[in-house]
């Protein structure tokens, strides 16, 4: 019987940050029993890994569809990867995912992330956005991987919107994030993200976007070294390291429950 795991990543706290499925399984677990286990789950994503020679193999599902990169599913992939002593915890994961080569490694209670760059362009502010997430953004860009990134004045702002799901399935957000320089928590800046046509509606901590967020904000604030909060009802903590082509993302991890799969 296969063994699942439900991990919180990116906090200390049971609980908070962003929960995900891991699994480790085999070459042969075949594709639609992954997509069903994340239907099953219904988290936001599900992580299967593949051990190899030397490496692992990481596919990422959510309960609709697989996706190419997801942050919070690679921390706690990792998590339990060094948890059941498959790596030690002074050893690199390296793992491929059909969004790239990712490497991990243990700092302490940190388990950081060697993510891409994601490049970013300025774009018109997309037509009844105040009306659709309810603020004025002062910019909007777009971003690899279908990223929409809006800035707001105020943190509050980012905090108080209140986003019409259905209503944003209609438009050409993308993957939404909302995002300001934080002024009132203890971070650089603080962020939401929004995915409602692939099921889910606010992700509570989102990796990848980082992708795209710690340019950006290593761009406005002069600084490669950034910490990021994200305002979703769990919250979750980001340490974030800009490295030329890459961007190093850190965060905490914790496991809640593990589960046998009867079937």
């Known amino acids: 019987m296969k063994t699942i795991y439900q991990v919180d990543a990116f906090t200390e706290e049971p609980f908070k940050g962003n929960p995900a499925g891991v699994m480790i399984v085999d070459k042969n677990f075949s594709e639609e029993l992954m997509q069903n286990i994340a239907l ?28 190419p990169l997801c942050g919070h599913a690679t921390i706690a992939g990792s998590h339990i990867i060094y948890e059941l002593g498959l790596k030690k915890t002074n050893e690199m994961i390296k793992f491929k995912a059909i969004g790239g080569k990712l490497t991990v490694s243990k700092n302490g209670d940190w388990i950081k992330m060697d993510f891409p760059k994601y490049s970013f362009k300025k774009i018109p502010t997309p037509p009844l956005f105040k009306k659709i997430i309810g603020f004025e953004p002062i910019e909007v860009y777009s971003s690899d991987d279908d990223w929409v ?39 650089d800046f603080v ?72 079937i």
């Not at 936001?44 to 051990?51: D, G, L, N, R």
């Not at 509050?156 to 934080?182: C, R």
């Open 191 to 262: 962020v939401r993200c929004f995915v409602p046509m692939f099921g889910i509606n606010e992700d509570p901590v989102t990796g990848s976007a980082h992708c795209a967020l710690a340019p950006l904000w290593a761009e406005r604030l002069n600084k490669v070294e950034l910490e990021s909060l994200q305002l979703s009802n769990r919250t979750g903590k980001l340490k974030l390291k800009l490295m030329n082509e890459k961007v190093e993302i850190s965060g905490k991890a914790i496991t809640i429950f593990e589960a046998k799969m009867k």
């Open 149 to 187: 990134i809006a800035i707001a004045k105020y943190d509050i702002d980012v905090l108080n919107a209140k986003p019409n799901y259905e209503l944003m399935k209609d438009t050409d957000f993308g993957y939404l994030m909302i995002t300001a320089k934080s002024t009132s928590y203890k971070a």
């Open 40 to 67: 099953e789950m219904n988290l936001s994503e599900t992580a299967f890994i593949i051990p190899e020679k030397d490496k692992f193999l990481i596919r990422f599902f959510t309960p609709t569809k697989e996706i």
